[in-house]
Nanobody, 116 residues
Framework: QVQLVQSGGGLVQPGGSLTLSCAAS????????ASWYRQAPGRERELVAT????????NYADSVKGRFTISRDNGKNTVYLQMNSLKPEDTAVYYC?????????WGQGTQVTVSS
């Protein structure tokens, strides 16, 4: 079955860290661009970070630059989002995605809540 399975997330205090994982099954992640998006209540889904297939070049939203790191482990067919110095405004459901045969594939979503 072709799917993206997310793990990680949860509740963390401001200033804390979390790592999200996105594992691909049924296809190879290595040759594809992968991205993380997030959606907070009442807001549109926004792009957080992207990692390219070749060379692993990355791009980040200004709001997370310097705090979040997107990476990939091709041997594990997995993309990660390391989130440091978390702020309450980072609270959202986070989604990974990639393209597969011309269709956007989404992970199931993971809740991240930053609160004291």
């Amino acid at each position: 079955q072709v799917q993206l399975v997310q793990s990680g997330g949860g509740l963390v205090q401001p200033g804390g860290s979390l790592t999200l994982s996105c594992a691909a099954s049924g296809f190879t992640f290595e040759s594809r661009v992968a991205s993380w998006y997030r959606q907070a209540p009442g807001r549109e889904r926004e792009l957080v970070a992207t990692i390219r297939s070749s060379g692993g070049g990355t791009n980040y939203a200004d709001s997370v630059k310097g705090r979040f790191t997107i990476s990939r482990d091709n041997g594990k067919n997995t993309v990660y989002l390391q989130m440091n110095s978390l702020k309450p405004e980072d609270t959202a459901v986070y989604y990974c995605c990639t393209m597969y045969v011309g269709v956007v594939k989404w992970g199931q979503g993971t809740q991240v809540t930053v609160s004291s």
